[in-house]
Every structure is written in structure tokens, then in C-alpha cells.
């Protein structure tokens, strides 16, 4: 159905939007609001009233302590203030646009379809919430500092290891909070979905953690498929469970709830795709590019070129 409604609207000489485009931070700006106001919700306020409870003022008013220091969890913190690019709520819009297009399911009842809002159910709505608050649980927590490679440039250590009891105590309160909406949607098939989309995000980030090394990183380098997989399971498992999970609350059949979940999946993998290929793609001759040797451009270079040509190049720059 997507596809062929991609597909109508080129054909009319409609503009075309390419995931690789540089549109600027306004016009992304607008494309967010345009798309909140499609679904009839702020999701750009969409965590606050849990990031506002007493509890989390507390930490906030901690957090403060560490001005001046470059513990990461204040970068995390700003974020939730003012994001430039609106990337910190965008699983909650996607989950909301998704449920909005496919609407209710056949098998629905009239007195079910009576409490939607804008098109959208309330479960799935809070569907929507618990995604964002899962996500920024987990952006929290890898804000936690490794004080073995710590720095006096970082600021005092005992603010860093303060910053890392709150970064821990804060994402925790926030995946319990998760929990908790999670338990109250009635559904145990959504219920078993998200649980198993945070186990696959904290096995991608031990992932991410094992092959981090050096040693790793230059001479078992990773190929497509395990860069897919990894992806999937860092970046894109929340994002398609939940959309899978929003179909399985609008009571919509296996094969809609299937195509969800794909849809949720690649469009996640195509989002890291366009972050990893940013440091190739932005002209800036003056500073030197900073990338990872686990991005995608990187792999696809050293599976074309092959192990041993791709062991001469490292040398050839050492």
C-alpha cells in the first residue's frame, strides 16, 4: 500500500524526498511539526510529563553538579531542552504516523473504534510514549563514562563517578516507568514485543562494547550481514517492535503486523545508513573527518577490497 502510494505520487511530478538529501535543520523542523499535526499529538513534549515528575527534578537539580565537566550525560541532558534536529521523539512520531495510516483493523469493533483520536487509538498513543521513554533510557545510560580511560581534562573525578551513579539511577527510572505503561495496556503479546526488543538493545550494545577494541576493529572486522545484525539490534529492533506491537493493539492481522515490523526495520537501518555516510559526504577540507571503522561505508569498502588489501591501506596510513 505504501509503496504504491509512493509510487502514484512521483508519477504525478510530486517532489520527492531522498534520505540522503541535506535539508537543513528548519526544514526538518517543519517536516516534524507538519507530521504532529498529521497525528493530532505534541511528540516532541512526549516524555516530559515523566521527565518532569518530582523525581527526575531531583536529578536534574544533581546533574547540575556536573557543569563544567565532560560528562556526556549533560549533553544527553540539553538534548531533552532543545534538539536542533527533533531526532529524540522520532520513534513515537513514526509509531504514531504508522497506526494512523493503517487505521483501525476489519475485525475491530464500532464501540473500539469510537476512542480513537486523529485516528489513533490511546494504546497506541501510549505505545508511542513507552517507546520514547525506552529510547532515552538506554541514550542515558550509554552516557556512562569508562573511568579507566579518564582524563583530568574531563573534570575532577569524583564528578565523574557521581555523573555515572546518576546516568544509572535516571535511565533505570525511566525504563521502570516504561515498564509500568508497558504492564498497563492489557496486551500480553505487546508486553512479550517490547520486552524483547530491550533485550535485544542491551545485547547490541554488549556487542558494540566486545568488538570496540582496537585489535578487533583492524584485523576481524565486521561484514555486511554482521553489521545488519548488530544495526537491527542497537538501532532498529525498538522501532520495528513497536510498530509491529501498534498493528497487534488495533487488533490488525499477522501479515499488516509482519509488514510493520519491516517497514519499522529498514527504516531504522536506512537512518544509520545516512549517519554513518555523513563524515564521507560533508565538504569540510579544513578539518580532518572523524569516523568509526564499524560504519557502514567503511564495511562496504573493506569486504569489496578484501582482508588482506584492507590490512595494506591501514599500514600504508600508519
Not at 18 to 44: C, Q, R
Not at 123 to 134: K, P
Not at 265 to 289: C, I, M, R, T, Y
Request: proline share 3%; hydrophobic share 40%; with cysteine.
Amino acid at each position: 500500500m505504501f509503496g504504491a502510494t509512493l509510487s502514484r505520487l512521483s508519477g504525478r511530478g510530486q517532489r520527492t524526498l531522498s534520505l540522503f538529501s541535506s535539508s537543513g535543520p528548519s526544514n526538518w523542523s517543519k517536516v516534524v511539526s507538519d507530521a504532529e499535526k498529521i497525528v493530532g499529538y505534541p511528540t516532541s513534549f512526549m516524555s516530559l510529563r515523566c521527565l518532569l515528575s518530582d523525581e527526575l527534578s531531583n536529578v536534574a537539580m544533581h546533574v547540575r553538579k556536573l557543569a563544567g565537566t565532560q560528562h556526556p550525560l549533560l549533553s544527553t541532558a540539553r538534548g531533552f531542552v532543545y534538539d536542533s534536529k527533533n531526532n529524540l521523539q522520532m520513534r513515537g512520531l513514526v509509531v504514531l504516523l504508522l497506526s494512523k495510516a493503517a487505521g483501525p483493523s476489519h475485525t475491530a469493533s464500532d464501540l473500539l473504534a469510537q476512542d480513537m483520536v486523529s485516528g489513533i487509538y490511546p494504546s497506541q498513543r501510549n505505545l508511542a510514549e513507552i517507546t520514547e521513554l525506552i529510547h532515552t533510557a538506554f541514550l542515558v545510560h550509554r552516557g556512562i563514562v569508562n573511568l579507566k580511560e579518564w582524563t583530568v581534562s574531563d573534570g575532577p573525578l569524583k564528578d565523574m563517578e557521581f555523573g555515572n551513579k546518576i546516568a544509572v539511577l535516571s535511565g533505570d527510572f525511566l525504563l521502570a516507568n516504561a515498564c509500568t505503561g508497558l504492564a498497563e495496556l492489557n496486551n500480553t503479546k505487546v508486553v512479550e514485543l517490547i520486552s524483547s526488543a530491550i533485550g535485544d538493545l542491551v545485547q547490541g550494545i554488549y556487542y558494540e562494547s566486545s568488538n570496540n577494541t582496537e585489535e578487533n576493529i583492524l584485523t576481524n572486522g565486521v561484514d555486511m550481514a554482521t553489521w545488519e545484525e548488530q544495526t537491527f539490534l542497537s538501532y532498529g529492533a525498538l522501532l520495528a517492535k513497536s510498530c509491529q506491537a501498534a498493528m497487534e493493539l488495533a487488533k490488525h492481522d499477522k501479515e499488516s503486523q509482519r509488514l510493520a515490523y519491516k517497514y519499522g526495520k529498514h527504516l531504522s537501518l536506512g537512518h544509520k545508513l545516512n549517519s554513518d555516510l555523513q563524515p564521507f559526504v560533508k565538504n569540510n577540507a579544513v578539518e580532518p573527518v572523524s569516523f568509526s571503522f564499524d560504519a557502514a561505508p567503511v564495511v562496504f569498502h573493506r569486504q569489496i577490497v578484501g582482508q588482506e588489501r584492507w590490512r595494506q591501506q591501514l599500514q600504508q596510513v600508519e
